[in-house]
């Protein structure tokens, strides 16, 4: 079974330049997260999406971030425009929905250089 | 607000050595508490999971306890290899928030031949 996919692992860009990240979740999974890692740091929940709703987005800066997840599948993660601190690992991951202990699991991750 | 701490944040040890990984939570408000495995460029692998009524979980040389009233758990990692070398991460599952998962930093293994 095809684990959690993402696109593209490395990214460089200019600060104030737009980046979009892609990912799509393990086959059958209703429940999508993004989380934002710096350095030396854990994730951090950026989003979450019941099947095509976003259902917490509280930690998400919506001046610049953006996301969506079109008929509930594969999702993106874009940042319009970019800054020096975004650089950092962007994780997507995915669970089944039901009981309480569902495990998410993990994509390998963007890495976002910003310049 | 619940706050996750790892400690050590490093930690270098030569090979077969018994290892203790330590977290520490805030709230004891929680479902259930994880430690996850990251190596280098690649994502999180679940380790082991405790639900919030157990004490421990055990798999292979890991072995993973939960003291939910004092806010602490401990990861345990015996006859240690240089393959155990990674990042080892701590999270608990807050309570009243679906499947949110709240993170600690991390300890960065390095284990020698």
């Known amino acids: 079974e095809a684990g959690v996919v993402q696109s593209p692992r490395y990214k460089i860009i200019e600060k104030k330049q737009p980046v979009a990240f892609w990912c799509n979740p393990i086959?059958?999974?209703?429940?999508l997260y993004w989380y934002l890692q710096n350095l030396g740091q854990g994730p951090e929940l950026l989003i979450r999406?019941?099947?095509?709703?976003?259902?917490?987005d509280s930690q998400l800066p919506k001046d610049r971030f953006s996301a969506e997840r079109l008929k509930g599948v594969d999702s993106t993660l874009k940042i319009q425009p970019a800054e020096l601190g975004d650089s950092a690992v962007y994780l997507c991951a995915s669970s089944a929905a039901g009981t309480p202990s569902d495990t998410q699991y993990f994509g390998p991750g963007t890495r976002l250089t910003v310049l | 607000k619940q706050e996750v701490t790892q400690i050590p944040a490093a930690l270098s040890v030569p090979e077969g050595e018994n290892l203790v990984l330590n977290c520490s939570f805030t709230?004891?408000?929680?479902?259930?508490l994880q430690w996850f495995r990251q190596d280098p460029g690649k994502g999180l692998t679940s380790l082991l999971l405790?639900?919030?009524?157990?004490r421990e979980q055990t798999s292979g040389r890991l072995n993973a306890s939960l003291d939910k009233s004092s806010g602490r758990s401990t990861l345990y990692i015996a006859a240690s290899q240089p393959g155990d070398s990674a990042t080892y991460l701590c999270a608990v599952r807050v309570a009243g928030g679906y499947n949110k998962l709240i993170f600690g930093a991390g300890t960065r293994l390095a284990v020698h031949p």
């Open positions: 405790i639900q919030s009524s157990q």
């Open positions: 086959s059958g999974h209703n429940t």
């Open positions: 999406y019941e099947n095509e709703e976003a259902v917490d």
């Open positions: 709230d004891s408000a929680i479902y259930n």
